[in-house]
């Protein structure tokens, strides 16, 4: 795999809550404060058992970024 | 990759992949098993052998971004964000304080235009004194941001 690879193209970060997006709107919290600037990538298939999403505070299943800059 | 582990059933909890280990992707998972099955369906990816990693060690991971960036006057970095995404330029001024801002002069392009960039928009390509077959002309002034020019 190369460098910047697996992260997907043109979806959008949500500021509030890192969760990812090719919408306008945030599908978790539906903020509209989104932005293109974030790296790392979570995808959280199993909310509830993930010890992952427990430990980052994750709630529900998607994508979100591991890191929004700004 | 996503998509399978959501849709056939697999004991999959998680996916994550941490920009500081580029290349590699952790999968949360009961089994060691049910990784395997998933890896195995997608072309690209392979099982490292090996022991599990252990949620601490992901974490420590996680901890240790953001990454750090050491510049030098002379590194060529890339450009990953912004307006100038995608061209190298090459470190004019170096950050001071460990954080903020570098001053670089753009590369590929052919005018001499000093940019100032957040340190987390680029990513070093190249140390001072690796450069090499670099078509650049040395007469260009690039310290004309630290008073030297007429
Ligand atoms: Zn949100």
């Given at each position: 795999m190369?460098?910047?690879?697996?992260?997907?193209?043109?979806?959008?970060?949500?500021?509030?809550?890192?969760?990812?997006?090719?919408?306008?709107v945030c599908?978790?919290?539906?903020?509209?404060?989104?932005?293109?600037?974030?790296e790392?990538?979570?995808?959280?298939?199993?909310?509830?058992?993930?010890?992952?999403?427990?430990r980052?505070?994750?709630?529900?299943?998607?994508?979100?970024?591991?890191?929004v800059?700004? | 990759?996503?998509?399978r582990?959501e849709?056939?059933?697999?004991g999959?909890k998680s996916?994550?992949?941490?920009?500081?280990v580029?290349?590699?992707?952790?999968?949360?998972?009961?089994?060691?098993?049910?990784?395997?099955r998933?890896?195995?369906?997608?072309?690209?990816?392979?099982?490292?052998?090996?022991?599990?990693?252990s949620?601490?060690?992901i974490e420590?991971m996680?901890?240790?971004e953001?990454?750090?960036?050491e510049?030098?006057?002379?590194?060529?970095?890339?450009i990953?964000?912004?307006?100038f995404?995608?061209?190298?330029?090459?470190?004019v001024?170096?950050?001071?304080?460990?954080?903020?801002f570098?001053?670089?002069?753009?590369?590929d392009?052919?005018?001499?235009?000093?940019?100032?960039?957040p340190?987390?928009?680029?990513q070093?390509e190249?140390?001072?004194?690796?450069?090499?077959?670099?078509?650049e002309?040395?007469?260009?002034?690039?310290?004309?941001?630290?008073?030297e020019?007429?």
């Amino acid at each position: 795999m190369e460098r910047g690879d697996w992260k997907v193209p043109r979806l959008k970060a949500c500021k509030r809550c890192k969760a990812l997006t090719s919408k306008e709107v945030c599908p978790v919290c539906g903020s509209r404060d989104l932005t293109i600037n974030w790296e790392g990538l979570v995808a959280i298939v199993d909310p509830v058992r993930s010890e992952l999403a427990k430990r980052l505070g994750i709630e529900s299943s998607g994508l979100y970024a591991l890191r929004v800059m700004e | 990759m996503v998509k399978r582990a959501e849709y056939e059933g697999l004991g999959i909890k998680s996916i994550i992949s941490v920009p500081s280990v580029r290349g590699y992707l952790f999968v949360e998972a009961d089994r060691e098993f049910d990784v395997r099955r998933l890896v195995s369906a997608v072309s690209r990816a392979k099982l490292l052998p090996g022991s599990p990693v252990s949620m601490e060690d992901i974490e420590t991971m996680l901890r240790r971004e953001p990454e750090k960036i050491e510049l030098e006057t002379g590194d060529i970095v890339k450009i990953i964000k912004g307006n100038f995404k995608g061209y190298r330029a090459l470190v004019v001024s170096p950050p001071t304080g460990g954080k903020g801002f570098v001053t670089a002069k753009l590369l590929d392009i052919n005018r001499d235009w000093e940019v100032r960039l957040p340190v987390d928009s680029i990513q070093l390509e190249k140390k001072a004194g690796e450069v090499e077959g670099e078509e650049e002309s040395e007469e260009e002034v690039w310290y004309s941001g630290l008073g030297e020019s007429a």
